[in-house]
Nanobody
Framework: QVQLVESGGGLVQAGGSLRLSCAASGSIFSIDVMGWYRQAPGKQRELVAT???????RYTDSVKGRFTISRDNAKNTVYLQMNNLKPEDTAVYYC???????????????WGQGTQVTVSS
């Protein structure tokens, strides 16, 4: 019913930039929070940044000042601009959306398939 499709990952040198995109599609009634999470090998998935439909954004401390999350609500799309990338940013990045479908009463969490970001030193 709902799909989140990420794009924009890849290989970049330390200090470089990447921009991730995630588009939600399907029988969507409304979207509350959208965000990005990441999972490095051998580690748990962690929050990177979240952005509600209206309100303040939230970032994990390690990316503050380097990453910027933004949304285009008309396109049901969330972006993550990543600057000054570091090798420790290497991970699979997952898009998350808190979405209410046309046939549901509540918002549910949906995940994208993930996109690999690799930062070389």
């Amino acid at each position: 019913q709902v799909q989140l499709v990420e794009s924009g990952g890849g290989l970049v040198q330390a200090g470089g930039s990447l921009r991730l995109s995630c588009a939600a599609s399907g029988s969507i009634f409304s979207i509350d929070v959208m965000g990005w999470y990441r999972q490095a090998p051998g580690k748990q998935r962690e929050l990177v940044a979240t952005m509600p439909s209206s309100g303040s954004t939230r970032y994990t401390d390690s990316v503050k000042g380097r990453f910027t999350i933004s949304r285009d609500n008309a396109k049901n799309t969330v972006y993550l601009q990543m600057n000054n990338l570091k090798p420790e940013d290497t991970a699979v990045y997952y898009c998350n959306g808190n979405i209410r479908t046309l046939t549901s009463t509540f918002h549910w969490n949906y995940w994208g398939q993930g996109t690999q970001v690799t930062v070389s030193s």
